[in-house]
Structure formats: structure tokens, C-alpha cells
């Protein structure tokens, strides 16, 4: 499997290139700011570029779509429940082949009704649920749990050895593991929701008190 994590610009976006080495056949991730860096990946490993792939629906993650579909034929895969245009629906569980690299989706609401994180091999691309140190921002107690629930009962259900790789790069570092976030990420260690909440409304109090940018 071909893999890169490409920095896109915007809110320190991360967009993502897979691609499968014998079908040549490739899925672009969150082409957002500057899609044409994966256009060019994707050229540089002579794949040709099959879907594109949002993980949800803020422009920030989809304002580079039309820019692919202009320049490619490519189908653009989103969860059933996404308010962005896009040819194919999918929910949680479901899998798509690109060839020889199976690519499963994990729906995993809170950051937004639609959010889904994507599982090629052992690399998962959390979108806005999970950054590295971190968790996607919400509004209210309710998303607040909606995204609780995601996180301990979808995304820890992983194994420890799974690699994150986020759509922002606003953790403490690029990439990380489950297993790592599971022992370092201040919110996955508050396994009671209401600490959970706690953190949440006053994580900038903590940053503060913990010297966390």
C-alpha cells in the first residue's frame, strides 16, 4: 500500500494519499486548500485517483472537491448523512475496495453527524474525532456525548498498535497509535463521561495549568 500524509495548508489541514501498488488504482482523503499536492502525489506514483474521500462535511475538509472532479474522474464517497454533494453513500462498517487495499469506515459522530473515520491496513485517518493529544471540538452536552460514545466504544475498540493520522495537525504530534492515546490523551483517560464534559468545558484552563499549545 502507498500512503501519505500531505500538509494542505488552511487550519494546518492534513489531506491523504492511498493508493494500491499493483492496480494503480488510488483514494484521496479530505483534498482540502490544495488539492493539486494530491493530484501530484497521486501523479508522482502513477495512480490514478478513484475517490475522493471526505471524512465530513465542513468546507474545510470538502473545498477542494470540485478542483479534483475538474481535473479527474473520480466518484466522491461520504457518510449517508453528509450535507456536502457526493456520489456514494456509505455507513459504518461498510468497505470499499481500491483494488488490493480494503478501505473500512468507521461512523464516528460527535464533531459532526457525518463523521467518519477511515481504516486502510493499520493506518486510520480519525478526521476531526481524534488528534494526537486531542480530541475535534463539539457544541453541547449532547455531541459532547455523541462523541464520547465514538471515541470509547468505536475507535479504543482498536488495536493498541492501529496508527492515527488526523485531519489537522494541531496535536502534540502528527501521528500517533491507539494504544499511545489510550496511555497519553487526556481526554481518552477520563473514562467516566462527566470528566469527560469537564475537560471539554474547561480545556483551556488545562492547557494553561499543563503547558499544552
Known amino acids: ?3 501519505e500524509q500531505i500538509s494542505m495548508g488552511g487550519d494546518r489541514n492534513f489531506g ?7 492496480s494503480r488504482l488510488a483514494a484521496i482523503v479530505d483534498p ?3 488539492p493539486e499536492k494530491l493530484i501530484d502525489a497521486a501523479g508522482k ?9 471526505c471524512t465530513h462535511s465542513h468546507s474545510d475538509h470538502t473545498n477542494g472537491n470540485s478542483e479534483v472532479r475538474k481535473r479527474t474522474d473520480v466518484e466522491t464517497v461520504m ?7 457526493h456520489d456514494k ?4 462498517g461498510d468497505v470499499l475496495e481500491l483494488g488490493n487495499v480494503s478501505l473500512k469506515f468507521i461512523h ?8 467518519i473515520c477511515i481504516l486502510a491496513g493499520n493506518k486510520l485517518m480519525t478526521g476531526d474525532t481524534l488528534y494526537v493529544g486531542k480530541i475535534g471540538g463539539t457544541f453541547g452536552r449532547g455531541d459532547a456525548k455523541i462523541q464520547f460514545d465514538s471515541l470509547f466504544s468505536k475507535l479504543l475498540a482498536l488495536d493498541d498498535d492501529v496508527e492515527i493520522y488526523p485531519a489537522h495537525d494541531v496535536g502534540v504530534a502528527p501521528t500517533s497509535t491507539i494504544g499511545n492515546e489510550k496511555k497519553t490523551n487526556p481526554f481518552l483517560l477520563r473514562t467516566k463521561f462527566e470528566d469527560f464534559l469537564w475537560l471539554k468545558d474547561n480545556w483551556a484552563q488545562y492547557k494553561a495549568e499543563h503547558g499544552i499549545e
Open 89 to 92: 453513500n456509505i455507513d459504518d
Open 32 to 34: 482540502a486548500y490544495a
Open 79 to 85: 457518510h449517508k448523512e453528509a450535507t456536502a454533494w
Open 16 to 22: 491523504y494519499l492511498i493508493g494500491d501498488e499493483e
Open 45 to 53: 506514483h502513477k495512480l490514478k485517483i478513484k475517490y475522493i474521500i
Open 108 to 115: 464516528t459522530p460527535g464533531h459532526s453527524p457525518d463523521c
Open 1 to 3: 500500500m502507498i500512503f
